[in-house]
């Protein structure tokens, strides 16, 4: 059992928060290919409301000027990859409970109620981003998930069966983790 993790599931402190966002941030422009919006002197909030505005307004220039999305998605899995795999090396994430424990962490960051499992069986009741990304911009985003997911995981793959953006009640998906995952 991860204690850090433990810990700071519990409580996770305001200054954590804004340096996640900020990190997210980086790596999403790089991804897009443009520049970081200015940052400073804001709340977390206003942060995380940023962020989701950004993302989208990004994506839906990708499709409208015709650029592929599948390169798009790519460059996001590639960038938040690298932040899973400093993750879990910073963290020592090493069993498959501590990888869970580290995505609800990051996800509470990102305002959304995540609930998952042993068998890596993932629920998402609530998003932020559900009222503000149309169900292609959340498909085309959630390679920033996907990346994440396989850099805590060592390798694992994280595949979305439903999303709350689709209309449905929740978001579904399941993590396959590597074998070295205990």
């Known amino acids: 059992m991860n204690v850090f993790l433990n810990l700071i599931k519990i409580h996770i402190p305001s200054y954590v928060k804004k340096k996640k966002l900020e990190e997210l941030f980086c790596l999403a422009a790089d991804?897009?290919?443009?520049?970081?919006?200015?940052?400073?002197?804001?709340?977390?909030?206003?942060?995380?409301?940023?962020f989701a505005a950004f993302t989208r307004d990004e994506v839906q220039k990708a499709m409208k000027s015709g650029d592929s999305c599948a390169a798009l998605k790519s460059r996001l899995y590639k960038n938040a990859l690298s932040m899973g795999e400093k993750l879990r090396r910073r963290h020592g994430i090493k069993t498959l409970s501590d990888a869970m424990t580290m995505s609800h962490i990051l996800y509470r960051i990102l305002g959304i109620e995540f609930q998952g499992n042993r068998r890596g069986e993932v629920v998402i009741r609530r998003c932020f981003f559900s009222d503000i990304y149309s169900s292609r911009i959340c498909e085309v985003i959630s390679a920033l998930d996907e990346g994440v997911a396989a850099g805590l995981s060592g390798g694992g793959k994280l595949s979305f069966t439903q999303r709350i953006t689709e209309g449905k009640d929740c978001c579904k998906a399941l993590i396959s983790f590597e074998e070295n995952l205990e």
């Open 31 to 50: 991804a897009f290919q443009c520049k970081v919006p200015e940052t400073k002197d804001r709340s977390y909030r206003e942060l995380l409301e940023r």
